[in-house]
């Protein structure tokens, strides 16, 4: 049974570039939550998707965006790249009826470099 | 702001030592908490959660937390650490009125062999 699973591993952008991050959840979960980690700190909520739709989000700006796909995929997409976006981005799955409160289950992550 | 502070960066001990990390966050409500680990070139895995009940809980290899909520804090232990449990520890708290993970900075733990 696989994990969370997501691509790519590594990416290097510049700075006002678009980037597109995939991520599929673990087998029997519906839903998807975002994560960025900067060097050095815990990982920072970027938003939850659940039933195609962003059910909460957390203190990034629009330029953060993400959608979920009927098999319960998901892609995370940050447009005009700065620096400050380079970073490990994490997603985790959670599995169905779960709630909130069930443990989440995490990819191994796409290391973004914006140069 | 609801935030959660490790008290440390980076922790070494001998294999066999005690080991404690401290947590503490900041929110006032009901929360659930959480520790995490990742091992050297793994991804996060849920080490232990307390959603209620007894307040001290035990997770996976031989790890225990204590909630103690008048002082907000998470505080995870274990009693005698070895070589493999070298990783980086993770806080987080989930507050009970939303879906996201406040996590802390993480604590890099190194066990001399």
Do not use: M
Request: charged share 15%; glycine share 8%.
């Amino acid at each position: 049974d696989a994990g969370v699973t997501q691509s790519p591993t590594h990416l290097i952008k510049t700075r006002g570039q678009q980037v597109t991050l995939r991520c599929s959840p673990k087998s029997g979960h519906d839903t998807v939550s975002w994560y960025q980690q900067a060097l050095g700190q815990g990982p920072q909520f970027i938003f939850q998707y659940y039933e195609e739709e962003e059910r909460q989000r957390g203190n990034f700006p629009d330029r953060f965006s993400g959608h979920q796909f009927p098999n319960y995929s998901s892609e995370l997409n940050v447009n005009a790249l700065l620096l400050g976006d380079s970073a490990l981005y994490l997603c985790a799955s959670s599995p169905r009826d779960a709630g909130r409160r069930e443990k989440l289950f995490f990819g191994s992550g796409t290391q973004l470099s914006v140069l | 702001a609801q935030s959660v502070s490790q008290h440390n960066h980076h922790v070494i001990l001998s294999e066999a030592a005690s080991l404690e990390l401290g947590c503490n966050y900041s929110y006032g409500g009901t929360v659930n908490l959480f520790w995490y680990v990742q091992y050297p070139g793994q991804h996060l895995q849920l080490l232990l959660k307390y959603f209620s009940g007894d307040p001290l809980v035990k997770g996976i290899k031989g790890f225990e937390a204590e909630f103690i909520k008048s002082k907000f804090s998470f505080n995870l232990r274990k009693p005698s650490v070895q070589w493999s449990d070298t990783a980086e520890y993770f806080c987080a708290v989930n507050p009970y009125s939303n879906y996201q993970l406040i996590w802390g900075a993480g604590t890099k733990l190194i066990i001399k062999p």
